[in-house]
């Protein structure tokens, strides 16, 4: 039998690129970036001022985080 929890939730905010968004708890941030159109490859992401090496995309989002992602361009 499944019970839902008075008070519980699905979704937690956190502000991308400076936009605020609402994410499903668990969500990491490799998911997140993906579901936006960016690659692991092509990208440089920072968390909380902290920048995100290629394992800490696996890192799961937390309440409030404030994530940066820019997409790395190379040419002449």
């Known amino acids: 039998m499944n019970k839902i929890r008075k008070g519980a939730r699905d979704g ?4 991308f ?3 605020p968004q609402e994410v499903a708890d668990g969500t990491a941030v490799a ?8 690659k692991p490859a092509e990208v440089v ?3 909380n001022g902290e920048i995100l090496n290629a394992e ?3 890192r799961v989002l937390g ?3 404030a994530l940066n992602a820019f997409r790395v361009v190379a040419g002449g």
């Open 31 to 38: 998911e997140f970036l993906a579901g936006r159109g960016f």
């Open 12 to 15: 937690m905010k956190i502000t």
């Open 45 to 47: 992401a920072e968390i």
């Open 17 to 19: 690129n400076g936009t």
């Open 56 to 58: 800490e995309l696996g």
């Open 63 to 65: 309440e409030g985080d």
